[in-house]
């Protein structure tokens, strides 16, 4: 239930961690300094969640959880698999996308966050926030300019099991917005967004008052 950092970087292939495509990341699952990154090699990957996958470990572990915690409010609970309450609803757009497209689809979509593909690899995520600040560095032609030439942001990645309370700390540790929900076969499930948080604890107060 590790959860992974993806650096910066071109659309240019897949992104995802290790564990789902063979490219290199960090895990960032503690909030520890992270060792310098040796590129000659791949680090160390999420084998927990590999052997979990395969092994059922997972849906026992949320049974006994769930059985446990089942009067508390969803936000009090010890564990809190991302799954229970991230975004389904996924819009992507291809790295040979302009800015202009990017901007226009988010605005179609009615959403903030955008999968880059590149041949059916993740190859990114792009945030409205960040496609609007990129824009205002770079004024000339930035509309026009295609996301293939772009050095995307990091990103985060987990697992639909991953703790919600774990990640949303990895969030605010790398000042990330959201964190893109990976199932077993590497294919994007989900997306979880700060929004996503403040709809959680907004509902949660809601019951809590009607009580």
């Known amino acids: ?25 960090d895990d960032v699952s503690e909030l520890t300094e992270s060792h310098p ?18 092994s059922g470990r997972q849906d026992r572990a949320v049974a006994e959880y769930g059985a446990a915690a089942a009067d508390m409010p969803r936000t ?22 302009t800015v202009s497209e990017a901007l226009s689809s988010m605005d179609e979509h009615g959403v903030n966050h955008l999968v880059v593909m590149s041949e059916n690899n993740v190859a990114g995520v792009v945030e409205l926030r960040w496609l ?7 004024q000339v032609n930035a509309m026009s300019q ?43 499930a989900g997306i979880v967004s700060s929004t996503d948080y403040l709809r959680l604890y907004a509902s949660s107060g ?5 009580i």
């Open 1 to 25: 239930m590790s959860i992974f950092v993806s650096e910066p970087g071109r659309p240019v292939g897949t992104r995802l961690p290790e564990v789902y495509r063979g490219r290199r990341v």
């Open 37 to 54: 990154i040796n590129p000659s090699r791949s680090e160390a990957t999420d084998a927990e969640f590999q052997q979990a996958a395969h």
């Open 76 to 97: 009090e609970r010890p564990y809190l698999p991302v799954s229970s309450f991230c975004s389904q609803a996924l819009y992507s757009v291809s790295a040979s996308a």
């Open 132 to 138: 609007l600040e990129w824009l205002h560095e770079h």
């Open 146 to 188: 295609s996301l293939l030439h772009i050095e995307l942001p990091a990103f985060l990645t987990a697992s639909p099991e991953t703790d919600a309370h774990q990640l949303a700390r990895l969030m605010l540790a790398h000042r990330l917005n959201a964190a893109l929900v990976i199932d077993a076969n590497g294919a994007p």
């Open 206 to 210: 809601r019951q809590e008052g009607a």
